[in-house]
C-alpha cells in the first residue's frame, strides 16, 4: 500500500520550475541555464544525473590535503619529559610544555578554518552536488564538533567517511562512524571501559543516530550497549580495538542475547523496524518538507514508504533517494518552497544559482557562523535542527544582509569582513529573454527573476511591489537594476524557502 | 493589553505619523496588533492586564548540566569526599590541592560552600541578594541534554508544548502578542520564550541588526520596508512556513531601531570580559532604556564536564559568577534593583561519584540562585542525601516547576496555576 505513496512524477509534468526545485533540493541550486539543461534532460535523466554522480568528474579529496601532525599526540619520549618534570615541578620545562601545547592548538585551530573554507568552496563548484549535501547532511546527523575534540585533522578525515558513504550504505556507514576517531572523541568512547563504562556513545547510537529517543529501547539497552563498546577506541588517526578493555560478556540487548561487540550491538539496532523509519524522517525533513505541527497522513505514508524502500534495499541509500526525486509527492504543490533554507543552503545556493562572485571564503563561512550553522561546529550532538530555528528577527537580518554581500561586494560596516569590488555580473540571467536589440523587458524581465529566484510563481503584490520600484528607476533592465531588483528579492521572507 | 489602554493608544497612533497609520488601512488583524503594541512602547505604558508595571525576570541557563555538587559544596558531608576523591572541592576550613583552592563559605552549620571560582556570587550572598535553592529537578529525570533542557524549557515532564515564559505571556496579554515582551541575547531564541501568541526576538549583537542593503542606494529602503511590513501575504496559509517567515520579518523591522538605539549607549559601571558578562551587559542596557520587555534569557554553555572537569568548570563558573555580580552593579547604579529578578538554573546536575575521567557524567538535582534585592537571601531548602540514591544519582527536593510557580505568581503576579498547568509544592523566596 505504501508503493502508491512513491509514485513517479508524469515525464511531462517534469517542467522548467519542477528542475528548478530537484536542483535546489537535490543540491544547492543552479543557473537558469543549467536548470533548462535539466528539464530537457526529462526526468529520468535528470535524476540520474544527480543520484548517480559517480559519471560527473570530480576533484578527488587528497587524504593528505589537511597537516595530520598538529594534534599528533606526545610521544613515549614527550611523555617521560612531562612525568619527570611534574615530579621534580620543573616550572620551566612545564611552562615550555604548556607554550608549545598553546602553539599546536592556535595552529590547529588556523587549519579547522581552513577546513571550513575548502569545504564551502568545495560546494560551491562540485559538479556532484548531491554528494556535498548528503554528506553535509550526516554531519548534522552524525553531529561532532571540533570545540570538543580539538583535532582539525580528525574532522576532516569524517568529512571523507561522509562523503564516501554520502550516497551509499547507511548500515556500513553506521559500522564505520563507531571507528571514528573524532566520534570516539566525541563522545568519550575512548574513555569507555569494561571496568568503568561510559555511555555517552552508546545512549547517542540509539537515540540520535538510529532510533530515536525512546523508540524501543530501555536504560538498561544504553548500560549494555555501552559495555558491547568497550575498548573501542583509537590510536593516532585510526581505530583501535583494545581487547584488555573490552567487555565480553553476554549482553541482553533489545530482547537479544549474545557476546554483542560494538558491531553486534549495532546489527541488533539495524535490524530494528525503528531504524529505517527513523533515518526515513529524517531525510523527509531534510529533502522534502520541514513542516512544523503535527505530521500529516500523506507525510506519514510516504515516510513509510521511505522507510520500505530503504529496508528493502538494506539501507542502500541510492534507491531511495531516486524514489523521492522521482516522485510525483516530492513534487507536489505542498511540497514547493516548504523547507526553510539552512544558512549554508541559502549562502551557496545564492552563489550557484545566481552565479555571484564567491567573495571572501572566510565571510561566508563567518556568515553561516552568525546564521546558526557554523560547519564543524554543529551546536550538540544532535546537530542542528533545522526548519523554524534557523529563523528568529536577527537570523533573517544576517540572511538578507549576506545576499547584499554576495550580490555586491559592499562591505556591511558592522562586520569584520572585507570589502570586495569584484563586480557582479547578473545579466546572464536575463539572457535567454533578450529581444532582437539585445534589451530586456523590464515586465517580463523582472516577472523571470522573481519566479527563478523564489522557485515558485511571486505573488502578485511582491511583484507589483518591485516592479514599481524598478519603474521608477528608469526604463532598462541593466546590470545594477538587476541587482537592485535582487537585493529587494532576495530581502523577501519567501526567499528564505526552497 | 488592557482595555483602558486602548483609547490612549489609539490616540497616540494618529499622532505617531504616516507610517503607522497607513499600515492600518488595509492590513491583517495581526498587523495592527503588532502595531498597537509599537504604538504602547512609545506611549511608555507596556503594562497590560496581570503585568506588574516594571518588573522584570533575567533567566540565566547554564548549558550543559551544571556540576551541582561541585558549584555549591556539601562540604559536611563525607560521601562527597569518598565519591569524589580528585574532583572534590576542600572545605573552607582544608587545604587547597592544586590550584583550585577551598570553598567559599556560604553557610557553616549546614556545611554548605560554594566552589572557589564563585567570587561573585558569594560577594552577592554576603550582599543578602543571593538565594540557593537546593535540590531542584522533577520526577523520572530525563539525562539526555536535550530532552531534560526541553523539559526545564516547558515545563513539562513530557518535554512537549509551547515554553513555559511564552505561557506566561499567552496567559497575561488577552491574545496580542507584546512586541519585545521577551527578548534572548543569542544565536537562537529558546524555546522557553516561544508561546502560541507571544514570540522573542533575539539577537547575538545588536550592530546586526538591520537591513544593510539600504546603504546601496535610498530608492531601495521604501520598497524593502514595504516587503518586510507587509506581514502576511493573503493567499499564504496561516500555518505555513512563509507565513512564519512573513511574521518573523516584520517582528524585526519593528525591534530593530530601538534594540539598536539602546545598547549603543555605554553602561554605568565597569563589565568583565566574557561572553556571559557580554550579555548581561546587553541585558542591562535594555532596561536602561526602559524596554517593555519583561523577560530577558541570557545563556552560558561548557558545563558539561565528563572529563578533566575542575579547570574548566571552575573557568565556566568564574565567568557566570562575576557577571552576574557586575549586572547587580549596573543595576544598583542604575537604581533598577528593586525592579530586576535574575534566575539561574541548568538542565541537569551531574552522577554524585566521580568518573574515572576526573569528570561527572550526566545526573540529576542541582541547586539554582535567585538573584536580587527583592529575593528572600539564603540557602533554602534542604541538601539532598548522598546516600539514598536513586541508581547513583541524587533524589530532588524540590521540583523546578515550584520555583518558577513562585516566580510567576510572587514576582510577575501572573496565574501559575493556569500557565503550568497545575500546582507544585514552593518554599517563598520573593520578598512580600
Same mark, same amino acid.
Given at each position: 500500500?505504501?508503493?502508491?505513496?512513491?509514485?513517479?512524477?508524469?515525464?511531462?509534468?517534469?517542467?522548467?520550475?519542477?528542475?528548478?526545485?530537484?536542483?535546489?533540493?537535490?543540491?544547492?541550486?543552479?543557473?537558469?541555464?543549467?536548470?533548462?539543461?535539466?528539464?530537457?534532460?526529462?526526468?529520468?535523466?535528470?535524476?540520474?544525473?544527480?543520484?548517480?554522480?559517480?559519471?560527473?568528474?570530480?576533484?578527488?579529496?587528497?587524504?593528505?590535503?589537511?597537516?595530520?601532525?598538529?594534534?599528533?599526540?606526545?610521544?613515549?619520549?614527550?611523555?617521560?619529559?612531562?612525568?619527570?618534570?611534574?615530579?621534580?615541578?620543573?616550572?620551566?620545562?612545564?611552562?615550555?610544555?604548556?607554550?608549545?601545547?598553546?602553539?599546536?592548538?592556535?595552529?590547529?585551530?588556523?587549519?579547522?578554518? #581552513?577546513?571550513?573554507?575548502?569545504?564551502?568552496?568545495?560546494?560551491?563548484?562540485?559538479?556532484?552536488?548531491?554528494?556535498?549535501?548528503?554528506?553535509?547532511?550526516?554531519?548534522?546527523?552524525?553531529?561532532?564538533?571540533?570545540?570538543?575534540?580539538?583535532?582539525?585533522?580528525?574532522?576532516?578525515?569524517?568529512?571523507?567517511?561522509?562523503?564516501?558513504?554520502?550516497?551509499?550504505?547507511?548500515?556500513?556507514?553506521?559500522?564505520?562512524?563507531?571507528?571514528?576517531?573524532?566520534?570516539?572523541?566525541?563522545?568519550?568512547?575512548?574513555?569507555?571501559?569494561?571496568?568503568?563504562?561510559?555511555?555517552?556513545?552508546?545512549? #547517542?547510537?540509539?537515540?540520535?543516530?538510529?532510533?530515536?529517543?525512546?523508540?524501543?529501547?530501555?536504560?538498561?539497552?544504553?548500560?549494555?550497549?555501552?559495555?558491547?563498546?568497550?575498548?573501542?577506541?583509537?590510536?593516532?588517526?585510526?581505530?583501535?580495538?583494545?581487547?584488555?578493555?573490552?567487555?565480553?560478556?553476554?549482553?541482553?540487548?533489545?530482547?537479544?542475547?549474545?557476546?554483542?561487540?560494538?558491531?553486534?550491538?549495532?546489527?541488533?539496532?539495524?535490524?530494528?523496524?525503528?531504524?529505517?523509519?527513523?533515518?526515513?524522517?529524517?531525510?523527509?525533513?531534510?529533502?522534502?518538507?520541514?513542516?512544523?505541527?503535527?505530521?500529516?497522513?500523506?507525510?506519514?505514508?510516504?515516510?513509510?514508504?521511505?522507510?520500505?524502500?530503504?529496508?528493502?534495499?538494506?539501507?542502500?541509500?541510492?534507491?531511495?533517494?531516486?524514489?523521492?526525486?522521482?516522485?510525483?509527492?516530492?513534487?507536489?504543490?505542498?511540497?514547493?518552497?516548504?523547507?526553510?533554507?539552512?544558512?549554508?543552503?541559502?549562502?551557496?545556493?545564492?552563489?550557484?544559482?545566481?552565479?555571484?562572485?564567491?567573495? #571572501?571564503?572566510?565571510?561566508?563561512?563567518?556568515?553561516?557562523?552568525?546564521?546558526?550553522?557554523?560547519?564543524?561546529?554543529?551546536?550538540?550532538?544532535?546537530?542542528?535542527?533545522?526548519?523554524?530555528?534557523?529563523?528568529?528577527?536577527?537570523?533573517?537580518?544576517?540572511?538578507?544582509?549576506?545576499?547584499?554581500?554576495?550580490?555586491?561586494?559592499?562591505?556591511?560596516?558592522?562586520? #569584520?569582513?572585507?570589502?570586495?569590488?569584484?563586480?557582479?555580473?547578473?545579466?546572464?540571467?536575463?539572457?535567454?529573454?533578450?529581444?532582437?536589440?539585445?534589451?530586456?523587458?523590464?515586465?517580463?524581465?523582472?516577472?523571470?527573476?522573481?519566479?527563478?529566484?523564489?522557485?515558485?510563481?511571486?505573488?502578485?503584490?511582491?511583484?507589483?511591489?518591485?516592479?514599481?520600484?524598478?519603474?521608477?528607476?528608469?526604463?532598462?533592465?541593466?546590470?545594477?537594476?538587476?541587482?537592485?531588483?535582487?537585493?529587494?528579492?532576495?530581502?523577501?521572507?519567501?526567499?528564505?524557502?526552497? | 493589553?488592557?482595555?483602558?489602554?486602548?483609547?490612549?493608544?489609539?490616540?497616540?497612533?494618529?499622532?505617531?505619523?504616516?507610517?503607522?497609520?497607513?499600515?492600518?488601512?488595509?492590513?491583517?488583524?495581526?498587523?495592527?496588533?503588532?502595531?498597537?503594541?509599537?504604538?504602547?512602547?512609545?506611549?511608555?505604558?507596556?503594562?497590560?492586564?496581570?503585568?506588574?508595571?516594571?518588573?522584570?525576570?533575567?533567566?540565566?541557563?547554564?548549558?550543559?548540566?551544571?556540576?551541582?555538587?561541585?558549584?555549591?559544596?556539601?562540604?559536611?558531608?563525607?560521601?562527597?569526599?569518598?565519591?569524589?576523591?580528585?574532583?572534590?572541592?576542600?572545605?573552607?576550613?582544608?587545604?587547597?590541592?592544586?590550584?583550585?583552592?577551598?570553598?567559599?563559605?556560604?553557610?557553616?552549620?549546614?556545611?554548605?560552600?560554594?566552589?572557589?571560582?564563585?567570587?561573585?556570587?558569594?560577594?552577592?550572598?554576603?550582599?543578602?541578594?543571593?538565594?540557593?535553592?537546593?535540590?531542584?529537578?522533577?520526577?523520572?529525570?530525563?539525562?539526555?541534554?536535550?530532552?531534560?533542557?526541553?523539559?526545564?524549557?516547558?515545563?513539562?515532564?513530557?518535554?512537549?508544548?509551547?515554553?513555559?515564559?511564552?505561557?506566561?505571556?499567552?496567559?497575561?496579554?488577552?491574545?496580542?502578542?507584546?512586541?519585545?515582551?521577551?527578548?534572548?541575547?543569542?544565536?537562537?531564541?529558546?524555546?522557553?520564550?516561544?508561546?502560541?501568541?507571544?514570540?522573542?526576538?533575539?539577537?547575538?549583537?545588536?550592530?546586526?541588526?538591520?537591513?544593510?542593503?539600504?546603504?546601496?542606494?535610498?530608492?531601495?529602503?521604501?520598497?524593502?520596508?514595504?516587503?518586510?511590513?507587509?506581514?502576511?501575504?493573503?493567499?499564504?496559509?496561516?500555518?505555513?512556513?512563509?507565513?512564519?517567515?512573513?511574521?518573523?520579518?516584520?517582528?524585526?523591522?519593528?525591534?530593530?531601531?530601538?534594540?539598536?538605539?539602546?545598547?549603543?549607549?555605554?553602561?554605568?559601571?565597569?563589565?568583565?570580559?566574557?561572553?556571559?558578562?557580554?550579555?548581561?551587559?546587553?541585558?542591562?542596557?535594555?532596561?536602561?532604556?526602559?524596554?517593555?520587555?519583561?523577560?530577558?534569557?541570557?545563556?552560558?554553555?561548557?558545563?558539561?564536564?565528563?572529563?578533566?572537569?575542575?579547570?574548566?568548570?571552575?573557568?565556566?563558573?568564574?565567568?557566570?559568577?562575576?557577571?552576574?555580580?557586575?549586572?547587580?552593579?549596573?543595576?544598583?547604579?542604575?537604581?533598577?534593583?528593586?525592579?530586576?529578578?535574575?534566575?539561574?538554573?541548568?538542565?541537569?546536575?551531574?552522577?554524585?561519584?566521580?568518573?574515572?575521567?576526573?569528570?561527572?557524567?550526566?545526573?540529576?538535582?542541582?541547586?539554582?540562585?535567585?538573584?536580587?534585592?527583592?529575593?528572600?537571601?539564603?540557602?533554602?531548602?534542604?541538601?539532598?542525601?548522598?546516600?539514598?540514591?536513586?541508581?547513583?544519582?541524587?533524589?530532588?527536593?524540590?521540583?523546578?516547576?515550584?520555583?518558577?510557580?513562585?516566580?510567576?505568581?510572587?514576582?510577575?503576579?501572573?496565574?501559575?496555576?493556569?500557565?503550568?498547568?497545575?500546582?507544585?509544592?514552593?518554599?517563598?523566596?520573593?520578598?512580600?
Amino acid at each position: 500500500m505504501f508503493e502508491d505513496a512513491l509514485k513517479p512524477l508524469p515525464e511531462k509534468a517534469f517542467d522548467y520550475l519542477a528542475a528548478v526545485h530537484l536542483l535546489n533540493r537535490a543540491g544547492f541550486g543552479g543557473t537558469p541555464s543549467q536548470a533548462r539543461a535539466l528539464a530537457d534532460m526529462g526526468l529520468n535523466k535528470a535524476v540520474d544525473q544527480l543520484v548517480k554522480y559517480e559519471s560527473q568528474p570530480v576533484e578527488p579529496v587528497k587524504a593528505d590535503l589537511f597537516d595530520n601532525s598538529i594534534m599528533s599526540p606526545l610521544t613515549d619520549e614527550q611523555r617521560e619529559t612531562v612525568r619527570k618534570a611534574r615530579l621534580s615541578n620543573d616550572e620551566e620545562v612545564l611552562a615550555a610544555l604548556q607554550r608549545d601545547r598553546n602553539r599546536k592548538q592556535s595552529e590547529d585551530r588556523k587549519q579547522i578554518a #581552513e577546513l571550513q573554507k575548502w569545504w564551502i568552496k568545495r560546494m560551491i563548484e562540485t559538479p556532484r552536488p548531491l554528494e556535498e549535501k548528503m554528506t553535509l547532511f550526516f554531519h548534522g546527523h552524525f553531529a561532532t564538533g571540533y570545540r570538543t575534540i580539538e583535532d582539525s585533522f580528525h574532522m576532516y578525515q569524517q568529512n571523507q567517511l561522509f562523503r564516501k558513504f554520502a550516497t551509499g550504505n547507511f548500515a556500513q556507514l553506521a559500522h564505520r562512524i563507531i571507528r571514528d576517531p573524532a566520534m570516539i572523541k566525541y563522545l568519550d568512547n575512548d574513555e569507555n571501559q569494561k571496568s568503568k563504562p561510559n555511555e555517552n556513545l552508546a545512549r #547517542e547510537l540509539m537515540e540520535l543516530f538510529t532510533l530515536g529517543e525512546g523508540r524501543g529501547y530501555t536504560e538498561d539497552d544504553i548500560k549494555a550497549g555501552a559495555l558491547a563498546l568497550t575498548g573501542y577506541t583509537f590510536k593516532d588517526d585510526t581505530f583501535y580495538f583494545n581487547g584488555n578493555n573490552h567487555d565480553t560478556s553476554t549482553k541482553n540487548i533489545m530482547g537479544k542475547s549474545g557476546q554483542f561487540d560494538g558491531d553486534g550491538f549495532l546489527d541488533v539496532i539495524l535490524a530494528r523496524n525503528e531504524c529505517a523509519e527513523f533515518m526515513a524522517g529524517k531525510l523527509f525533513r531534510f529533502f522534502v518538507n520541514d513542516f512544523s505541527g503535527d505530521m500529516s497522513k500523506e507525510q506519514k505514508a510516504f515516510i513509510l514508504a521511505m522507510a520500505n524502500k530503504l529496508r528493502a534495499s538494506k539501507y542502500e541509500l541510492k534507491p531511495l533517494l531516486d524514489a523521492v526525486f522521482s516522485s510525483a509527492y516530492f513534487y507536489s504543490a505542498q511540497n514547493r518552497g516548504a523547507i526553510i533554507k539552512s544558512p549554508i543552503q541559502l549562502t551557496v545556493q545564492a552563489v550557484r544559482s545566481l552565479r555571484t562572485p564567491v567573495r #571572501e571564503l572566510s565571510a561566508l563561512a563567518s556568515a553561516t557562523d552568525l546564521m546558526g550553522q557554523n560547519v564543524f561546529f554543529p551546536p550538540n550532538v544532535k546537530g542542528w535542527d533545522g526548519g523554524r530555528s534557523w529563523i528568529n528577527t536577527s537570523t533573517l537580518f544576517i540572511r538578507q544582509n549576506v545576499l547584499v554581500y554576495l550580490l555586491t561586494g559592499r562591505k556591511p560596516d558592522m562586520y #569584520e569582513w572585507q570589502a570586495s569590488d569584484i563586480p557582479f555580473d547578473a545579466t546572464h540571467l536575463v539572457d535567454h529573454l533578450r529581444q532582437p536589440d539585445g534589451s530586456v523587458d523590464m515586465a517580463s524581465g523582472i516577472e523571470y527573476l522573481l519566479r527563478f529566484n523564489l522557485a515558485q510563481s511571486p505573488s502578485p503584490l511582491r511583484l507589483q511591489q518591485v516592479m514599481a520600484f524598478a519603474k521608477s528607476r528608469g526604463e532598462r533592465l541593466d546590470n545594477d537594476r538587476i541587482i537592485a531588483v535582487l537585493a529587494l528579492t532576495t530581502a523577501m521572507p519567501e526567499y528564505q524557502l526552497c | 493589553m488592557s482595555e483602558h489602554n486602548i483609547p490612549y493608544s489609539r490616540r497616540l497612533f494618529m499622532r505617531h505619523g504616516v507610517a503607522l497609520a497607513s499600515m492600518a488601512t488595509t492590513i491583517p488583524q495581526f498587523i495592527q496588533n503588532s502595531a498597537l503594541g509599537m504604538v504602547a512602547q512609545l506611549a511608555g505604558n507596556p503594562g497590560g492586564a496581570g503585568l506588574p508595571q516594571d518588573r522584570i525576570l533575567v533567566v540565566v541557563q547554564l548549558g550543559g548540566g551544571n556540576d551541582g555538587l561541585n558549584t555549591v559544596i556539601p562540604f559536611g558531608m563525607n560521601e562527597y569526599y569518598n565519591a569524589r576523591p580528585t574532583i572534590g572541592i576542600p572545605a573552607p576550613s582544608g587545604t587547597a590541592k592544586g590550584q583550585t583552592g577551598v570553598a567559599l563559605m556560604l553557610d557553616q552549620q549546614r556545611g554548605l560552600g560554594l566552589n572557589p571560582s564563585l567570587k561573585g556570587l558569594k560577594s552577592l550572598y554576603d550582599d543578602g541578594k543571593l538565594a540557593v535553592l537546593q535540590g531542584v529537578g522533577y520526577p523520572n529525570p530525563n539525562r539526555s541534554h536535550f530532552t531534560s533542557m526541553d523539559i526545564w524549557q516547558t515545563a513539562n515532564t513530557g518535554a512537549k508544548g509551547n515554553g513555559w515564559i511564552g505561557r506566561y505571556f499567552d496567559n497575561t496579554c488577552n491574545g496580542t502578542p507584546i512586541q519585545e515582551g521577551s527578548i534572548s541575547i543569542g544565536r537562537t531564541a529558546p524555546l522557553a520564550l516561544n508561546g502560541q501568541v507571544q514570540k522573542p526576538i533575539s539577537f547575538e549583537s545588536a550592530e546586526l541588526f538591520r537591513w544593510l542593503g539600504k546603504d546601496l542606494h535610498k530608492s531601495l529602503d521604501d520598497p524593502y520596508q514595504q516587503i518586510n511590513r507587509a506581514g502576511i501575504l493573503p493567499e499564504t496559509t496561516q500555518t505555513s512556513q512563509a507565513a512564519f517567515l512573513m511574521r518573523t520579518a516584520l517582528d524585526a523591522q519593528l525591534g530593530s531601531d530601538r534594540i539598536r538605539a539602546a545598547v549603543g549607549k555605554s553602561p554605568l559601571t565597569t563589565w568583565p570580559n566574557s561572553d556571559i558578562a557580554n550579555q548581561l551587559r546587553i541585558v542591562s542596557a535594555l532596561i536602561r532604556d526602559g524596554m517593555p520587555t519583561r523577560v530577558y534569557y541570557v545563556s552560558q554553555g561548557g558545563y558539561d564536564t565528563h572529563g578533566g572537569q575542575l579547570g574548566s568548570h571552575g573557568r565556566a563558573l568564574q565567568q557566570v559568577g562575576d557577571a552576574l555580580a557586575a549586572f547587580q552593579k549596573e543595576l544598583a547604579a542604575q537604581h533598577a534593583e528593586d525592579r530586576v529578578v535574575t534566575m539561574v538554573f541548568s538542565e541537569f546536575g551531574r552522577r554524585v561519584k566521580q568518573n574515572a575521567s576526573g569528570g561527572t557524567d550526566h545526573g540529576t538535582a542541582a541547586p539554582m540562585f535567585v538573584i536580587g534585592s527583592k529575593v528572600k537571601a539564603g540557602v533554602h531548602g534542604d541538601h539532598p542525601s548522598l546516600t539514598d540514591l536513586d541508581q547513583g544519582d541524587l533524589k530532588f527536593k524540590q521540583d523546578f516547576r515550584g520555583v518558577y510557580a513562585n516566580i510567576l505568581d510572587e514576582w510577575l503576579k501572573a496565574p501559575s496555576a493556569k500557565i503550568l498547568g497545575g500546582t507544585f509544592s514552593k518554599s517563598s523566596i520573593i520578598k512580600a
